[in-house]
Each structure stands twice: as C-alpha cells, then as structure tokens.
C-alpha cells in the first residue's frame, strides 16, 4: 500500500492529530496560541481517577511504565522524583501509545537517536514488539544500541495491533536529545569467522606451496640435473649387438672340424608383405625352401612384424635377396657354424643352435668357453628420417671378445680313416653299433674316436638321437675276453703266475651252478699261460681268478681305470660297474675273471691296454691338447692323471704273452695280425645291457698294440651285431686301423719276429 503521508492526520474535529500533544512541542515546550488537548479520559489513572498535572489526549500513555504504572508513581518508589507530563514528551502524537505497547524500551532507544538530529517533524511510526530480556532489575535501563549516524532509510515496523494499518517511519532525526526509557539488553550476535585468521592460513598455505615448489626447482636444476640429461640422451641413443665370434674346434694340427663364419639372414614383416604368394615363389629357389613354407611363414598373425625364413645364408645369396627390393623381406648379419668334414668327428664335436647354442659334444660341454662375449654400439641418433648416428653426439663402442678355440688331440686324417673303416667293416651287418679308438700309448692322447652310426653334424635334425651318441663313452658292454689280460696282469703283478706257468686245464669248470666252457678245448693237457691267451681259455682263466681272489682281483680292474669315468673331456661320459665282492655270487668267480658281470666302456678298456703298453703305467684319456684365446695365447690342457699298475718287467711279460693271440696257429686273433708289425693284442666277445637287461646279439671287440716290442698306438674295436657275428668284423677292422695309423705316423716296422710260443708244454 501507498506509503502515508507525512502531514498530521486531522480528527472527527478538523484539527491535526499528533501536531500538539498536551500543549508542548517537540522540544517539550508549549506552544503559543493553542490550548492543550482534552478528552473524556484526560488526566485519569488506570483506576479511573484523574491525576493532577496530566494532560489529557493520547498523550496520557507515555506517563505509564512498561507495567502499567504511571510515571508519578514510579517517581515516588525511586524516591519522590516526579517528572511532569511535559519534560520528556516528544512530538509525536503517538509515541505514547506505542511506548506503552512496546514496553517503554523502544521509546528509550529511540530517544537517542533523538539527540543527534534537527528539530523536525516526523510521521508515525510503528514499531514491532520486542521481546523483553531478562534483566535483574526491572526498571533498569540498560544502555541504548549504538545506531549509525545519519541514517534516514524509512524502516518498517510491525503494527501495535492486530488489524491496525503498516506505517513507514520516517527518516529519523539524529540530533534529539535521548530520551531515558527502559531498553533490554542487544541479543549477542552470532559468533562469526575470523577474516584476518582465515587470512593468515592462507597466506602460510600459499607460502608453504610456493617454498615446496622452489625447492623442487633447485632440485631438479641442481641435484637430479645428470640424471634427467641423461635421460635424455637415453630417449635418443640406439644400440646395434656386435656377435662375438664363436671359437673354433680344430684337431692337433690346426685344420677345423667346427668354425664360425660371416652370415646373413633373411626374415619379414609379415605386416609389410604384400603379395606373400608370390614373394614365397620368388624366395624359395635362392633359400633351398619350399614356398608353401616360406607363404606359412609370412602369413599376418596380429601385430607381429619379425619372423626367421632362413639363417646362416651366404652372403652373395643374401645380396641377390637383397636386389629383388621385396616390400617385407630384409637381411642382416647373422653367424653360422661351419663343419668342413660334414660327418667328421661329428659324433665327438656335436653341434649349435641357429642362436650358436652348444647342443651337443664339445659344443655343449665346452660352450661358455666357445661362446665369448657379445660387444656393443651405442650412439646418439635423430628420430624418423634422422635416424641415423649424430656427428659429435654420444657413441660408445665395446668391441666383441670372441670365444677361445679348442685344439683337440684328434688327428683329422686319422679320424677319416678309422671312421672309413668302421664303415665299410660294418656295411656287412644291419642294426649294429661300432666304436673304435686309438691312442697313443704314452701321452694319453686321443688320436681317433669314431662311431658308427653317424651324422653330419651341419644338418643334425636330418639324423636320430641314438646316431648323435658317441659310442666309445657311451656304449657300456660286457668286455667279455678282452677283459683277460687284466687278470693275467695282476696275476703276475701279484706273483700267482710266470710266463713260463702251465698246467692241465679241463674242457669246462662250474661255478655257481653255472658252466664254463673253452671254444678251444685243451682236453685236459697242460696248457701254458701263453696258449690260454691265444686260445682264450675260460677255465685256465677262471682258476687264475680263483688264485688272486676277488679284492685283488677288483682291486687291479680299478687300478686299470674300470668303475670310473676317465673324464676324457666328452660330456654324458658313462663310468661303468664294478662288482663288489660282497655282492658275488656263486657263478660270480667264473664270469668276472673272463670279462662278464663287469660293466665297462669301449674307451675305458683302451685306456687300460695302454696302461700295459705304456710299462705299467695309466695314464688318463684325453681329447683336450690346449686352448687358444682370443689375444692368441695358448694354454695347454692340464696333465693327465697317472698311476703304476704294473711293473715295466711284468708289463712287457704280459705284452710278450698277447702276441700269441695273433700268432699262434688257431689262435683268436690272427686275422687281426698287420704285415711287418709285431702286434699284442687280445679279442673278447661280450654281451650289451641296456638299463639292466641283456640285449640280443654279442659284442665283438679286438684291442691290441704295436709295436709289441715298443708300442706306440693302441687300437680298439667294438661291434654290437644284433644277430650275432661281432668278433667277424672287428679282427679286420683293427688290422686296417692299426696299419694306417702306423704308416700315417712313419712307424718302421719290427726289426724281430715274433717268439715262438709253446702252447702245450710236456
């Protein structure tokens, strides 16, 4: 609604309400010229009764209290103080009235801020009843709320009354004196925020971050500063592996069984091929490949960008790859391992990997030492088309140590030849398993080793596991016969028998419950020692076993090298098997003098005829001459291991007695005589286990020395005929051997005969 005016209201009478209350003006003067106001209620008392001095009006409410006494009688209980109608009557007709609905305590308020304003007139004001608050004295007037100065914003205030109309107070005037009216105490404002606390914290946080942040900065500029450059440089560098050659394997002479040569080789990205048909036919004739193999190859799988077609390529090969410029197909250097004799001491060298891995042989067993240590490149390049090495920037380079080379004791020549003959010596027989070694009697060396089955060892996947096997340390047999002349040596080491011993030997003789038969009878004649070697004699053995007993007898077997790996250098090396004498049984005394219930290799048996060879002395097997270094320096494999088993006198006895195998007439071993040659030597059929059971067939073996008079070279041959007939093969396989090796290394011919043996003495 429309603000009131601020001109007085009139009455029913005409004359302006409010202008004169009681005859006083504002200022609590009479006015001049107008009598004061009466009414029918002027001047009484709430009990109805006038009071004297009262003026009548409206303006009779502002002598009450807040609780309906009057001013005169609040006066006379402070101690008769009265204060006339008059002294502190303001202008307005109806500040009395609301003085009295607000309890006298606006009024006091108001009345300061009276003091401060002009001398003006004001329209009615309404004001909104306070709640009174508790206050130990009644009548006490607390101080008036501080107002701002000046202000005159009209201000609405709630009606006295239900019903009665809004008012605008006017602008209040600030230079009235206060008037004193009770007030009740400024309710205490709520607690607020503290601005200049709020200001400090963030001023601390934002001083706490900004010194966290500096003192990352002289971090990073200061202390970690090498290692983000070198970070840096690190996002740049690249790295090329530079192979280290593998080292060579070559035999005593220099010439190489295994070596490695300059290869490339070729791959794709399978995601770059576009035609993988017709890139399969272009590459297959210059890889030896089949194209459905090589399109396999190059078929997309995923994201997969590498994969092999070929390694070890030859160079002028791979340059032809390269001139086609086939989208996909590219080449780098590669390593391949090359073996000039193909079959050649294959059994013995083994092979790698395409990755140069020893596999087998001494590839495998000797490979940390083959292998050498990969170098490196590293240097700093651009990126994209930049990619390549930045003048003056970054590069370092660790040149590739290659691998040391092996010089074997193998005589390559020697090799060809034994492996030849083995060959064609067991052409006769189908499913058979041959070795031969050759040593040389006083070092030790091993001139030849070959088995046979075979491999070439540049294609081993084209070949079976059992051809790869090396049969001399591997092949574990019974030695049958050749095992004899160790019982025979430790006979007369030990002074049970003479060269000149003999007596009568029986057809058969039973142990056990087991019978042992001669393929020679001597039907109970005397027999010399001499004759039981040439006719190998079970019986005249057996009871020369009885003679030495079985510690003595197992004492010299070890004394000889059986029952233990020789570690001739070949991995995979099997040690054979003695017999404990606590373990004999009944049939044990017949076998084990003659070769059988003895477990033993085709290397261990040479070993122990070179020991008699040598005057009675072992000497360890060895394929190992020395190792070449990189730097070219040469360091000699460790020496052998020795020990005296027989004295030179009962080991040239023994010898003497051996050349009755090959010279006697009828004797086992006569065809393996060499023309020119005096040759000591003993024959043996044995049988073949294999995880504890017996195999069919026999296993013929001849083992033998030249010259007898001064051996030089020992020669073994052993043949697993599944079908029988091994000791066919063997006799003439060593006289081919024997006589080569003897010619290879000039050996003159025996300058005596043989002796005259007497086999049946009188």
Same mark, same amino acid.
Not at 311 to 325: P, Y
């Given at each position: 609604m429309p603000p009131r005016s601020d001109?007085?209201?009139?009455d029913a009478t005409g004359s302006r309400r409010g202008a004169v209350r009681g005859g006083t003006a504002r200022g609590g003067e009479p006015r001049t010229g107008e009598p004061p106001a009466a009414g029918p209620r002027t001047g009484e008392s709430r009990t109805?009764?006038?009071?004297?001095?009262?003026?009548?009006?409206?303006?009779?409410?502002?002598?009450?209290?807040?609780?309906? /006494?009057?001013?005169?009688?609040?006066?006379?209980? /402070?101690?008769?103080?009265?204060?006339?109608?008059?002294?502190?009557?303001?202008?307005?007709?109806?500040?009395?009235?609301?003085?009295?609905?607000?309890?006298?305590?606006?009024?006091?308020?108001?009345?300061?801020? %009276?003091?401060?304003?002009?001398? $003006? %007139?004001?329209?009615?004001?309404?004001?909104?009843?306070?709640?009174?608050a508790p206050d130990d004295d009644e009548f006490a007037e607390p101080p008036a709320p501080r107002r701002r100065p000046g202000r005159t914003t009209p201000r609405r205030t709630d009606p006295p009354g239900r019903g009665a109309p809004r008012r605008t107070e006017a602008p209040r005037r600030t230079d009235r004196p206060a008037g004193r009216r009770p007030v009740r105490k400024p309710r205490r404002p709520p607690k607020l925020a503290e601005p200049r606390r709020r200001l400090r914290l963030g001023t601390a946080l934002v001083l706490a971050v900004f010194a966290v942040i500096g003192i990352r900065l002289v971090v990073l500029q200061a202390v970690d500063t090498p290692a983000y450059a070198g970070g840096g440089v690190g996002n740049r560098l690249n790295r090329i592996d530079l192979p280290a050659p593998r080292g060579s394997i070559e035999d005593r002479t220099g010439a190489p069984l295994a070596r490695s040569i300059e290869a490339r080789y070729v791959f794709a990205d399978p995601t770059m091929v576009k035609d993988r048909t017709e890139t399969a036919k272009l590459l297959s004739p210059l890889l030896g490949v089949p194209a459905s193999e090589l399109a396999e190859k190059m078929k997309r799988k995923g994201e997969?960008?590498? %994969?092999?077609?070929?390694?070890?390529?030859?160079?002028? /090969?791979?340059?032809?790859?390269?001139?086609?410029?086939?989208?996909?197909?590219?080449?780098h250097r590669d390593e391949r391992r090359e073996v000039p004799g193909g079959d050649l001491a294959a059994n013995l060298v083994g092979f790698t990997s395409l990755d140069m891995d020893g596999l087998e042989g001494l590839e495998a067993r000797y490979d940390d030492l083959l292998r050498g240590q990969d170098g490196r490149w590293v240097y700093e390049a651009g990126a994209g088309n930049l990619n390549a090495a930045i003048p003056g920037g970054y590069s370092?380079?660790?040149?590739?140590?290659?691998?040391?080379?092996?010089?074997?004791?193998?005589?390559?020549?020697?090799?060809?030849?034994?492996?030849?003959?083995?060959?064609?010596?067991?052409?006769?027989?189908?499913?058979?398993?041959?070795?031969?070694?050759?040593?040389?009697?006083?070092?030790?060396?091993?001139?030849?080793?070959?088995?046979?089955?075979t491999y070439n060892a540049a294609t081993p996947e084209q070949s079976r596991p059992t051809d790869r096997e090396d049969a001399a340390t591997s092949f574990v047999v019974d030695p049958g016969s050749v095992h004899k002349a160790i019982t025979y040596g430790a006979a007369l080491q030990e002074g049970v028998i003479t060269p000149d011993s003999a007596w009568p030997v029986a057809n058969t003789v039973t142990r056990g419950g087991v019978t042992f038969r001669d393929t020679h009878p001597a039907e109970g004649k005397k027999l010399?020692?001499?004759?039981?070697?040439?006719?190998?004699?079970?019986? #005249?053995?057996?009871?020369?076993?009885?003679?030495?007993? @079985?510690?003595?007898?197992?004492?010299?077997?070890?004394?000889?090298?059986?029952?233990?790996?020789?570690?001739?250098?070949? @991995? #995979?090396?099997?040690?054979?098997?003695?017999? @404990?004498a606590d373990q004999w049984s009944g049939s044990s005394y017949g076998s084990v003098p003659i070769g059988h219930s003895v477990d033993a290799t085709p290397l261990q048996m040479a070993a122990a005829y070179a020991t008699i060879a040598n005057d009675g002395t072992y000497v360890q097997p060895h394929l190992i001459k020395e190792v070449v270094g990189a730097d070219g320096k040469r360091t000699p494999s460790p020496a052998p291991v020795t020990r005296s088993v027989l004295s030179p006198q009962n080991a040239a006895a023994l010898r003497t007695l051996l050349e009755a195998v090959t010279t006697v007439d009828g004797a086992t071993g006569q065809?393996?005589?060499?023309?020119?040659?005096?040759?000591?030597?003993?024959?043996?059929?044995?049988?073949?286990?294999?995880?504890?059971?017996?195999?069919p067939g026999e296993v013929g073996s001849f083992i033998g020395m030249a010259p007898a008079e001064a051996p030089r070279y020992v020669?073994?041959?052993?043949?697993?005929?599944?079908?029988? #007939?091994?000791?066919?093969?063997?006799?003439?396989?060593? $006289?081919?051997?024997?006589?080569?090796?003897? $010619?290879?290394?000039?050996?003159? @011919?025996?300058?005596?005969k043989s002796p005259n043996f007497e086999v049946f003495p009188r």
């Open positions: 001109e007085p209201r009139r109805g009764e006038p009071r004297a001095g009262d003026v009548g009006g409206i303006s009779d409410a502002r002598a009450y209290t807040p609780r309906g /006494r009057t001013i005169r009688e609040s006066s006379e209980e /402070r101690g008769g103080q009265r204060r006339t109608p008059r002294a502190g009557r303001s202008g307005d007709p109806f500040r009395p009235a609301l003085q009295v609905l607000d309890g006298g305590r606006a009024a006091a308020n108001r009345a300061g801020r %009276r003091e401060a304003a002009p001398p $003006r %007139r004001s329209g009615v004001i309404r004001t909104v009843p306070t709640r009174a997969l960008q590498f %994969r092999y077609l070929a390694r070890g390529v030859d160079i002028a /090969r791979a340059k032809q790859i390269e001139a086609l410029d086939l989208a996909g197909i590219g080449t370092q380079t660790t040149a590739p140590k290659p691998g040391s080379s092996l010089v074997l004791t193998i005589d390559r020549d020697l090799q060809f030849q034994v492996q030849q003959i083995l060959s064609r010596q067991m052409a006769q027989t189908r499913g058979a398993i041959g070795a031969a070694v050759v040593l040389d009697a006083k070092t030790g060396d091993v001139l030849a080793q070959a088995s046979n089955p010399s020692v001499a004759g039981m070697l040439a006719y190998s004699s079970n019986v #005249g053995t057996i009871e020369i076993g009885d003679r030495l007993g @079985p510690d003595r007898l197992i004492d010299y077997q070890k004394r000889f090298g059986l029952g233990q790996p020789t570690s001739e250098g070949m @991995p #995979g090396e099997a040690s054979g098997r003695l017999l @404990p065809a393996a005589a060499v023309p020119g040659y005096r040759i000591a030597g003993k024959t043996g059929t044995g049988l073949r286990y294999v995880e504890g059971r017996q195999q020669v073994a041959v052993f043949v697993w005929n599944p079908e029988g #007939g091994g000791g066919a093969v063997v006799a003439p396989a060593f $006289r081919e051997m024997m006589g080569f090796t003897l $010619r290879h290394y000039r050996v003159p @011919p025996s300058s005596g």
